[in-house]
Structure formats: structure tokens, C-alpha cells
């Protein structure tokens, strides 16, 4: 008898587990993470009916297009010269592009994996193919909380091409017994200013040695800037400024072109191109003016002519140097493709 009970005991403990581990393993199948998992399977394996039924990709894009493009915005217009209804059409204009061109590369990638873009790409198009978003992959998905019948948690992404990860907070909700789908996604802001900062370490990786040899062509000793009075009525200022600088080539040159940046009180930058005429100047350390409009509706320039302009806030960079044959040493303005 007991050696029966030592034998019969081990068997129900075994079947336990086993009922135990089965009913965890369906549990495991209907969780909100094993709907993610779904997703980025059904992306891998270009099954557009999958994604489609656990990824609402019209809500998410608008929620995507209000935080991308109202970040835009900011970032380029000073909204305080701007009434609410401009800033309003600025952005339908921007989001009427952004919708279209943002499923249709949805579609594209889901389907094939890739994301065809037009020889004459919209604004959107470009920066999403200058974004690199087919290279980013989940990397961790945070604890899920499932709360009032919806599913929320964090994931965090990683670019691959770029090098930087971004979190977005995800909410699900059950569609079935087993299925959970995606309904909102925040957080893009995060993905935005870490492309930004991406593109610009890598721009600016790559275009270190052409500055190094445009700084041994004309070489910048300092500056001088004052503002004086712009046009008759007011409205704008003009910012006038002596570059001081040593020409050190022997090749004759054309012209030299540069851009002046005003730092904003906000951290964002304002840039303004200008030339100089080199034909036929001499070598060696001179001065050279320039002078520069400051537009009451550019946020940096209004920044400027309200607070007055701190030297720490001017920076002036050298892009281009033109010889007289037609050669050029010239600073990426956009990362090569």
C-alpha cells in the first residue's frame, strides 16, 4: 500500500504540473504581449491580415502626426507672431501630407518589408526615408498592466542604423478570447528629438574633416555684431556683423559661403545663409561684412531683437569655399544615401 501511495503520488503531481503548465501556456498565448509579439511576427512575415486586425494604424498615425508635427511646428515658428489659426492651417497643411504618405509606407514595409519612395518625395516621404524607421526593432517590452479592460506598457525600440533607442507608452484592448490589439501609442515626441540628435551627431561625424580643410583655407580670428534699425517703420532690425579672418590659399578663390546661427532662448537655432564675394581679394587677415535681416517672425531673430543679442548666443560656420574654376570644398548638408 505504501508503495503504491509512493508511486501514485508522484503521478498526480506530475499530471498537476502538466495541467498547470498547459493552462499557463494558454494563458501565455492571450496575453496583450503575446498580441505585440504577434504584430512584429506578422510584420517579419509580411502578413498584412494580422497586423491589420491588432494594429489600428489610422489611430495611431493620427496620434503620431499630432505629436511628430505640432513638435515641428514649435521648433520652426515662433507661435508668438503667429495667430492660432495660422499655426491650425500650418498644420493641416503638413498633416494632409503626413497621413497618406505615413500608411502608405506602412503598407509597403508590411507587406514587402521595404518602403518605395518617389524620385520627387513629399516633406514627409523624405523624412521618413532620412529617419531611417524601417531599421528600428523592439528591443524590451516593459511589465503589462492590464486596467479598466485595456492593456498598457512601454516599449522600448531601438535604430539600428542610427544607433539610439525611444520608449512608447502602448495601450491595447481585447478584440477576442485570445487577441489583443494595439489602439494608442505615445511617445513619439521621444523618437523625434532622438532622430534629431542622431542625424545631427552622425552629420556632423561625417563632415569634421571637410571643416577641418575649410578652416585651413579661411580661418575665422572673431567676430563683432551690434543690431541697429531695420526698415523705416520698425518692424525689423538689422544685425551687422565684421567677420575677422586669415585667407591662407593660393588657388584663386570665388566666394565664400557660410550661415549664422542665433541660438534661441528655448535652446533652438536660427539659421541664415550668407556670401561673401572673394573675387579677386587678397590673402592674408581682413575683415568682412556681413549683414543679416532679423525677421520678427522667425523665433530666434524675434528672441534677438527683444533680449538684445549675447555674442555667447552667435555662432558663424564656414560651409563652402568656391574657387575661381568651378571646385568647391563643401560641408553635407544631409546625410549621403
Not at 491650425?88 to 503626413?98: C, G, L, S
Not at 497618406?100 to 518625395?121: L, Q, R, T
Request: glycine share 4%; net charge neutral; with cysteine.
Amino acid at each position: 500500500m505504501k508503495k503504491f501511495l509512493l508511486i501514485f503520488i508522484p503521478i498526480i503531481l506530475l499530471i498537476a504540473l502538466g495541467v498547470g503548465a498547459f493552462r499557463a501556456y494558454k494563458q501565455i498565448q492571450t496575453t496583450p504581449t503575446s498580441s505585440i509579439k504577434m504584430i512584429r511576427d506578422a510584420i517579419s512575415s509580411h502578413d498584412a491580415a494580422t497586423f491589420n486586425n491588432l494594429f489600428d494604424v489610422d489611430a495611431v498615425l493620427n496620434m503620431a502626426a499630432e505629436e511628430i508635427l505640432t513638435a515641428q511646428i514649435n521648433s520652426e515658428i515662433n507661435s508668438t507672431t503667429y495667430s492660432a489659426q495660422d499655426l491650425a492651417n500650418v498644420y493641416e497643411t503638413r498633416k494632409a501630407d503626413f497621413l497618406p504618405s505615413a500608411k502608405n509606407a506602412i503598407e509597403n514595409y508590411v507587406s514587402s518589408g521595404k518602403i518605395n519612395f518617389p524620385d520627387n518625395p513629399t516633406p514627409t516621404q523624405k523624412w521618413l526615408k532620412d529617419s531611417e524607421v524601417v531599421h528600428c526593432s523592439i528591443k524590451n517590452i516593459s511589465k503589462v498592466v492590464v486596467n479598466d479592460g485595456k492593456a498598457r506598457t512601454e516599449i522600448e525600440f531601438y535604430n539600428s542604423d542610427l544607433r539610439f533607442s525611444f520608449e512608447l507608452k502602448v495601450t491595447l484592448e481585447k478584440i477576442d478570447e485570445k487577441n489583443w490589439r494595439v489602439i494608442e501609442v505615445k511617445g513619439f515626441e521621444n523618437y523625434l528629438a532622438g532622430l534629431n540628435r542622431a542625424l545631427k551627431k552622425k552629420l556632423e561625424s561625417l563632415n569634421a574633416p571637410i571643416r577641418e580643410e575649410i578652416s585651413d583655407v579661411f580661418v575665422i580670428k572673431g567676430f563683432d555684431a551690434k543690431v541697429v534699425e531695420g526698415d523705416e517703420y520698425g518692424f525689423s532690425k538689422t544685425m551687422k556683423l565684421t567677420i575677422k579672418a586669415d585667407v591662407k590659399t593660393q588657388k584663386p578663390l570665388a566666394k565664400i559661403i557660410g550661415q549664422i546661427i542665433i541660438e534661441g532662448r528655448n535652446g533652438s537655432e536660427g539659421i541664415t545663409p550668407f556670401e561673401i564675394d572673394m573675387a579677386y581679394k587678397p590673402t592674408g587677415v581682413q575683415n568682412f561684412n556681413v549683414d543679416k535681416i532679423l525677421n520678427p517672425f522667425v523665433r530666434e531673430d524675434a528672441d534677438a531683437m527683444k533680449h538684445g543679442l549675447r555674442k555667447s548666443d552667435l555662432h558663424i560656420e564656414i560651409t563652402e569655399v568656391v574657387y575661381r574654376d568651378g571646385s568647391t570644398l563643401k560641408q553635407l548638408d544631409e546625410l549621403p544615401r
